[in-house]
T-cell receptor, first 111, second 111 residues
Framework: RKEVEQDPGPFNVPEGATVAFNCTYS??????FFWYRQDCRKEPKLLMS???SGNEDGRFTAQLNRASQYISLLIRDSKLSDSATYLC????????????FGTGTRLKVLA | EAGVTQSPTHLIKTRGQQATLRCSPI?????VYWYQQALGLGLQFLLW???????NRGNFPPRFSGRQFPNYSSELNVNALELEDSALYLC??????????FGPGTRLTVT
């Protein structure tokens, strides 16, 4: 089993739709979680950190489910500009600060 | 504030040669991470430097090495290049071992 897993997609959704992605992790001692956005042939850009209590930034909501060992990203009112690959990242525990990235979920928002 | 910078943007080498990639972190960031992103694959953690020291490395052979300079810039060296080393090499810096900010990457092609 991979340490961090994501559905590669693509998720094809119409503009205005709500879409959610999950990311599962295998190490229950993982401490920090992040979502990044990566456009084609560009570098990943930090979208948001994922806190235990969940967090929201505009149309984006991230949540952590420690019991089931996954994080989620919800995008409401999808825009064409949201089309990208969304990567989750998990910070390994024990002070190693080794980040494990998922392979990404591709989102295509259609007009 | 200037972001993470990397040079060169593109690098073409032949098998067996050595490649040197450079990264300058965001001002004030002392940690630098290196990742390899091969076509169709996720980000693979290569190396982590902090305060001039190598703190952790991923599952890559010793021909992947690097260093961090007193000004916190970093260099990644890949010796004895192989065709499968062709990839986008991304550098990221972090202020706190958590959130990472990526540079635009160096695209290495080995022929």
């Amino acid at each position: 089993r991979k340490e961090v897993e994501q559905d590669p997609g693509p998720f094809n959704v119409p503009e205005g739709a709500t879409v959610a992605f999950n990311c599962t992790y295998s190490n229950s001692a993982s401490q920090s979680f992040f979502w990044y956005r990566q456009d084609c042939r560009k570098e990943p850009k930090l979208l948001m950190s994922v806190y235990s209590s969940g967090n929201e930034d505009g149309r984006f909501t991230a949540q952590l489910n420690r019991a089931s060992q996954y994080i989620s990203l919800l995008i409401r009112d999808s825009k064409l500009s949201d089309s990208a690959t969304y990567l989750c990242a998990v910070n390994s525990p024990s002070g190693t600060y080794k980040y494990i990235f998922g392979t990404g979920t591709r989102l295509k928002v259609l007009a | 504030e200037a972001g993470v910078t990397q040079s060169p943007t593109h690098l073409i080498k032949t098998r067996g040669q050595q490649a040197t990639l450079r990264c300058s972190p965001i001002s004030g960031h002392t940690s630098v991470y290196w990742y390899q992103q091969a076509l169709g694959l996720g980000l693979q953690f290569l190396l982590w430097y902090d305060e001039g020291e190598e703190r952790n490395r991923g599952n890559f052979p010793p021909r992947f090495s690097g260093r961090q300079f007193p000004n916190y810039s970093s260099e990644l060296n890949v010796n004895a290049l192989e065709l499968e080393d062709s990839a986008l090499y991304l550098c990221a810096s972090s202020p706190d071992f958590y959130e990472q900010y990526f540079g635009p990457g160096t695209r290495l092609t080995v022929t």
